[in-house]
């Protein structure tokens, strides 16, 4: 009998040490799930970040595509209007030395020849 119950103790000895061992186990594993669920949420929050910026930045090149079509317009109507005014002024040039010539005591011909 008494061979039995020492059994009996090696055996609840034996089964609170497994006991110890899964829960201890069970703890590992509750933390490593808790730092994944964590890393998990750190990932997701960064994901989200990245596509609002991303949205943003492709907001921001939209509008500078627009502002750059514009001041392309302003500068192709900028040249032309700079075309135009030197040819005006070539024509200018051109009708005041006619004019200026046909004079023969033109102060401005004297110095010009």
Do not use: W, Y
């Not at 991303?54 to 209007?81: F, H, M, P, W, Y």
Request: with cysteine; net charge positive; aromatic share 2%.
């Amino acid at each position: 009998m008494l061979i039995l119950i020492l059994i009996l103790i090696l055996m609840l000895s034996f089964c609170r040490l497994i006991c110890g061992c899964v829960g201890s186990f069970r703890k590992n594993h509750q933390r490593a799930l808790e730092s994944m669920q964590a890393s998990l949420e750190a990932e997701a929050r960064g994901k989200a970040d990245f596509v609002r910026t991303k949205k943003k930045l492709e907001q921001d090149i939209n509008e500078l595509e627009v502002a750059l079509d514009t001041a392309n317009r302003g500068r192709a109507e900028s040249e032309k209007n700079v075309k135009k005014l030197q040819q005006q002024i070539v024509e200018i040039h051109q009708v005041d030395r006619r004019r200026c010539c046909c004079r023969p005591h033109c102060h401005r011909c004297l110095h010009i020849r």
